[in-house]
């Protein structure tokens, strides 16, 4: 099957099972983008590139992409989900009239639905992320190159261009993940909170980038105390809880959207 094709069928399975959604799993939306690598219509990047996984017509992945300008910011034509009119990006349809999403980026060809923690675009990073805006969730670091919650402001630990790399346990580029980063308080490297819960389990609280503890020193003194004090559980169980316990509010320090 085409690219589109199996991504059409992704997205039926999906509004099946929720017919009042619009859009797809990933963004509430009522256009289509038009890739510019395969010239096909999706209902977002990610949907493009899972159903890359799944076709061999087009080898591009949207998100985050700059090759050869086929990345979602290369996006110049959407289609309208109501009267299917295929038209410049824009947030209304030049056809019906409708609006295609509450909350719209033109830099990142973003049309979405914010949740409660909102979505806000930072120019420094050139994308949007998920928060209320620079000065009210989050700050800027022009050393890190990422934005952080404004309660981690008073401990961050500066990293030149820290984002920039890949994820030191799954290897997934972290500058534009999707998923919520946990930073070391000590060393101020980050990596997924699942891919630190999976360190954890098996006996290190060190970050794989430095080798410095992933927690802060309080808390390594309470799980040392806790294991003393239950003989009876294993030592690294132990840590575990108390780590994912005291690290659990602090997860959303930053994320694309």
Request: glycine share 6%; with cysteine.
């Amino acid at each position: 099957p085409s690219l589109a094709a199996v991504a059409r069928q992704q997205e039926t399975a999906e509004v099946t099972k929720e017919q009042d959604r619009e859009g797809c799993k990933h963004y509430r939306r009522r256009c289509k983008v038009k890739a510019p690598c395969c010239g096909e219509f999706f209902t977002c990047h990610n949907c493009h590139d899972e159903a890359m996984m799944q076709a061999t017509t087009c080898a591009v992945e949207m998100k985050g992409s700059s090759v050869d300008n086929m990345g979602r910011y290369a996006v110049t034509r959407v289609q309208c989900e109501e009267c299917k009119l295929e038209q410049d990006v824009t947030n209304l349809c030049e056809g019906c009239g409708i609006e295609f999403a509450k909350y719209f980026c033109a830099q990142c060809k973003l049309f979405a639905t914010p949740s409660a923690d909102g979505i806000f675009h930072c120019p420094s990073c050139n994308i949007c992320r998920v928060g209320k805006g620079l000065g009210i969730s989050h700050f800027h670091c022009d050393t890190c190159h990422a934005c952080y919650t404004l309660e981690s402001k008073a401990t961050h630990k500066c990293v030149e261009r820290a984002l920039e790399s890949d994820c030191p346990v799954c290897m997934q580029f972290l500058f534009t993940s999707s998923e919520a980063l946990f930073v070391g308080p000590q060393c101020g490297h980050a990596l997924h909170p699942a891919c630190m819960q999976q360190l954890f389990q098996s006996g290190t609280i060190k970050c794989p980038t430095c080798g410095k503890p992933l927690v802060d020193e309080s808390l390594l003194q309470l799980a040392l105390t806790s294991w003393h004090r239950k003989q009876r559980l294993m030592g690294t169980a132990v840590v575990v809880v108390c780590c994912l316990t005291a690290v659990g509010c602090a997860l959303r320090y930053f994320r694309w959207i």
